[in-house]
């Protein structure tokens, strides 16, 4: 185990390659909006559930983990199954089916992100766009909102959309849409300026993973980064947004920078590992006050 305390001020790099603990604080221990009970949560993405090789192999081997540890709650950050976007209904509704049914098996609530692999026939040209289940609107039906957002012990936790259909190329772009800004600019108003705030969105807003990919002068594709995110962070700029959590990318990685921590996880399953890389696992936070302290742990099969 390598342990290692960040502090405000600091602005890092670390991509995790080990079981890693580590400390995300806040400077605002003082405020009206300082949490005294403690608790912890999960965060896994990425799992794409679905009926091949031996991903339900490594969904089941998290799940006794996570069980284990005993967190609060469980956030996905988006691409639970694959693949609704190219599948016919009835194969697109039994993957939601089967994340159903595991889910279950968790000893704890589950709060469901969406990716884009949610979005039913949008690369499929036999499903038509007038079919009432086509693209979030399957997500909607079997699973709930696709944004939304919960306390929980005097934390704030968003939980985004960052999928944007298009008509064209990969049938999506990363980019909050304006519904979701203006329920944000109300949800906002009405939060205290000091209350500690979380958001899931499965596309990231900032990562290097591209730099890495393609080259330090490199830019992120349009499926690959929040097209609006600039608007989206003047939001929050008087606001205690204080971690940030991301998925798509299948990429391990934790950033720091203006006082914000960026946390981008691997898939739950190696199948989805990438170059760059190869482990799959998952992350535990835990407060302490006003502070998170994470472990990344790894989701392997023997």
């Not at 889910?103 to 499929?124: A, C, D, L, Q």
């Amino acid at each position: 185990m390598m342990t290692k305390k960040l502090r405000a001020g600091t602005s890092f790099l670390f991509l995790m390659l080990l079981y890693v603990t580590c400390f995300i604080t806040s400077g605002n221990a003082q405020s009206k909006s300082t949490t005294s009970d403690s608790f912890s949560f999960a965060f896994i993405t990425d799992i794409h559930l679905d009926y091949k090789g031996n991903t339900l192999k490594y969904f089941d081997k998290a799940i006794k983990t996570i069980n284990r540890l005993g967190p609060d709650f469980i956030i996905t950050g988006g691409d639970n199954i694959i693949d609704a976007t190219r599948s016919d209904e009835s194969h697109a509704d039994s993957l939601y089916n089967l994340y159903l049914s595991q889910i279950k098996r968790f000893n704890f609530p589950v709060y469901t992100g969406i990716g884009n692999h949610e979005s039913f026939g949008v690369n499929n040209p036999k499903i038509s766009p007038d079919n009432p289940l086509y693209g979030k609107k399957m997500f909607e039906s079997r699973i709930g909102k696709r944004y939304y957002s919960f306390v929980h012990k005097g934390w704030k936790f968003f939980m985004i959309d960052g999928i944007k259909a298009t008509s064209s190329g990969n049938r999506y772009i990363g980019c909050i849409d304006d519904e979701q800004m203006n329920w944000l600019k109300q949800e906002l108003i009405l939060t205290d300026s000091l209350t500690p705030i979380v958001v899931c969105c499965h596309i990231p807003f900032i990562s290097s993973y591209k730099k890495f990919e393609l080259g330090s002068l490199a830019g992120n594709p349009e499926n690959d980064g929040i097209s609006n995110s600039i608007d989206f962070f003047k939001l929050f700029e008087h606001h205690n947004l204080k971690l940030l959590l991301q998925g798509h990318f299948h990429f391990l990685e934790v950033l720091y920078a203006n006082d914000i921590y960026y946390v981008t996880g691997p898939s739950l399953t190696a199948r989805w590992g990438n170059k760059f890389t190869r482990k799959s696992g998952l992350f535990i936070f835990k407060s302490e006050g006003n502070d998170l302290k994470w472990e990344f742990i790894e989701n392997m099969l023997e």
